[in-house]
């Protein structure tokens, strides 16, 4: 299967997740050594349905092979390339707080190819710790020069709402390319530099819709 | 305008997340004081398009008044209605770690209608503190008896992976109708008991994709 961007067709955000939700679906598959599935057994598994999953797959080209159906080692691969986590990330975690540390805690960003290489934060008394887990921690000031040294792309906003706009002109500033903002603040990015925001609550709204429409 | 679920046709969940952010923005419209907007108004802010915004209404029922446009206060309070938050949920938040810290330290969840009622911990230290932020701490044993004299009906787990599957069990013996599961560790629940998992390396593959794809 030749798994690429076929056109210059905007891919729904939507799509992106389930690629997301697909590749842990055939991570799974793998475990239990199934090395071919059809779109209706990962659909089964992901709790979507088989049309879903060949309209997503379509986005990138060709379908698995007929009356086969994919090669799970390979469609991984595929998507893995598709969603470019084929490779390994580096990240600059910007606030040693509360949040900063449950995502230092877990290793389910490293697993999936995201690693914390630097970590910033404005405590100096924090900072004089040099580094966390191996990570080395830095002031705010020394972002413009870590940044493109570690070459570093994605910046995690987890500071305190207030200062999150300085910070992500200065991430901006630095060289950074993607912003993951898990405050509520409301941040903009010149053209070129992609931001996402996190908001639990949104999870929370369609956990409540879900309950309200049972 | 008549917002209402017209059918039980599915909807999707794309659009109930794009109701969330809908919110958001009518939010800012009625803070400068803007009473009536159109989809054109809605989807520059959000960043999408208006054909988008009216397909989302459609699932409700009628759009807008025509050569009018939406009033802001109705259309945001028929959102609400919609996704069930036009009032408030008691949540029980399982877990006083970094990242339960990190959530008690936000107020976006109550902010939104998710009210942190009761937190639960199977540390005795910290239980002994008795509340945080006037919250009551409970141990995991006294959720049976909490949950319903609580009324609350969503659960937060932000355990250790490890013990995710038996604080669920214990959430859904108590009572929960929905979870919001932090842990990356796979859930079941009875039918009936609504699941949505959290999982912040999606927000980063999104991002991730997008960076490869400029």
Known sequence: ???KKVSRIKIPEATIRRLSLYDRCLEDFLKTGKKVVSSSDIARKCGTNPAQIRKDFAYFGEFGVRGVGYYVEN???DIKRALGIDRSWN???VGAGNLGFALLGTDSLAKRGFKISAIFE???ILVEMGSFQDIPLFSMEEMTRVIPDFGIKIGIIAVNPENAVKVALRLVDAGVKGILNFTPSTIKVPSGVILKNVDFAIDLE???F???NQ
């Open 122 to 124: 404005q405590d100096p």
């Open 1 to 3: 299967m030749v798994f």
């Open 75 to 77: 469609l991984q691969g």
């Open 91 to 93: 990240c600059a975690l």
């Open 210 to 212: 879900q309950l309200n």
């Open 206 to 208: 369609g956990l409540a």
